[in-house]
């Protein structure tokens, strides 16, 4: 469990971050990123914020930037934050659907500012916080999907199996599982799904608990792009904050026999 340091352990940086944000922009970062790590490391410059994370199993990576313009205000230079999700994720319960959050740093402590309402806490050590390399993986398909459809398709698999199939071809895209007795499919033919670039069949399989967490945790956009290579990690990505942010995450394929 990481520590929580005292004030004269984090030099103060020169200049105060402050940041205004929505908070349905913030929640929904917040639970992303709490699909796979309860503490994360946000590194900050004058341009963007960016978290990179990894789950303590080493099986799904997430990475997440928000352009400085998907803010209502945004006031940082390099920053790098250790911060506690779950007491982010506590501080939002205080607030209402819109709602803007104003976040600012002082020394070693976060103050969020709602309203007339204040809630500070403590920031983590950063440097114990690793942040991954993430992989250059070069995958043969893709296809473009509506949200939707991708929600039903893991919630559809999600009572009969501990694992789904994804599968592209140059014709459709499916999602399917099996159980003992029970089965779950979608199929959606080309002309269902916004985009399918790919010349022959390929085919993984996942585990399903990674993937209805990340499902549940989306919220805001319309679509995601699905790159998919046979026993590869799966690369999802899509928008959030209004087109203004980008969420790629990464989830390690279940191969035969393991």
């Given at each position: 469990?990481?520590?929580?340091?005292?004030?004269?352990?984090?030099?103060s940086?020169?200049?105060?971050m402050?940041?205004?944000?929505?908070?349905?922009?913030?929640?929904?970062?917040?639970?992303?990123?709490?699909?796979?790590?309860?503490?994360?490391?946000?590194?900050?410059n004058?341009?963007?914020?960016?978290?990179?994370?990894?789950?303590?199993?080493?099986?799904?990576?997430?990475?997440?930037?928000?352009?400085?313009?998907?803010?209502?205000?945004?006031?940082?230079?390099d920053?790098?934050?250790?911060?506690?999700?779950?007491?982010?994720?506590?501080?939002?319960?205080?607030?209402?659907?819109?709602?803007?959050?104003?976040?600012?740093?002082?020394?070693?402590?976060?103050?969020?500012l709602?309203?007339?309402?204040?809630?500070?806490?403590?920031?983590?050590?950063?440097?114990?916080?690793?942040?991954?390399?993430?992989?250059?993986?070069?995958?043969?398909?893709?296809?473009?999907?509506?949200?939707?459809?991708?929600?039903?398709?893991?919630?559809?698999?999600?009572?009969?199996?501990?694992?789904?199939?994804?599968?592209?071809?140059?014709t459709?895209?499916?999602?399917?599982?099996?159980?003992?007795?029970?089965?779950?499919?979608?199929?959606?033919?080309k002309?269902?799904?916004?985009?399918?670039?790919?010349?022959?069949?390929?085919?993984?399989t996942?585990?399903?608990?990674?993937?209805?967490?990340?499902?549940?945790?989306?919220?805001?956009?319309e679509?995601?792009?699905?790159?998919?290579?046979?026993?590869?990690?799966?690369k999802?990505?899509?928008?959030?904050?209004?087109?203004?942010?980008?969420?790629?995450?990464?989830?390690?394929?279940?191969?035969?026999?393991e």
């Amino acid at each position: 469990m990481e520590k929580f340091i005292t004030y004269h352990e984090i030099p103060s940086a020169g200049m105060a971050m402050r940041v205004k944000i929505d908070v349905k922009d913030l929640k929904e970062i917040t639970n992303l990123l709490l699909t796979l790590v309860s503490e994360a490391k946000f590194e900050l410059n004058s341009e963007k914020m960016e978290v990179k994370a990894v789950d303590a199993a080493h099986i799904a990576m997430i990475v997440l930037e928000v352009s400085k313009d998907g803010f209502i205000e945004f006031e940082a230079e390099d920053e790098e934050l250790g911060v506690d999700l779950d007491k982010v994720k506590d501080i939002l319960k205080l607030t209402s659907s819109n709602d803007v959050v104003e976040i600012t740093k002082e020394g070693n402590k976060l103050t969020f500012l709602i309203g007339n309402l204040s809630r500070s806490m403590p920031l983590i050590d950063a440097s114990a916080l690793s942040v991954p390399k993430v992989p250059n993986i070069g995958l043969p398909a893709k296809v473009v999907i509506s949200k939707s459809d991708f929600v039903n398709g893991i919630k559809a698999a999600e009572s009969i199996s501990d694992s789904i199939t994804l599968q592209v071809t140059p014709t459709e895209f499916e999602m399917f599982a099996s159980g003992d007795e029970d089965s779950s499919r979608l199929n959606l033919q080309k002309d269902m799904v916004k985009e399918i670039d790919c010349d022959e069949p390929v085919k993984s399989t996942y585990p399903v608990d990674y993937l209805l967490k990340l499902a549940k945790a989306m919220d805001s956009t319309e679509y995601i792009t699905i790159h998919l290579g046979k026993d590869y990690p799966v690369k999802i990505v899509f928008d959030i904050v209004k087109g203004k942010g980008k969420v790629t995450y990464l989830l390690a394929p279940r191969i035969e026999g393991e």
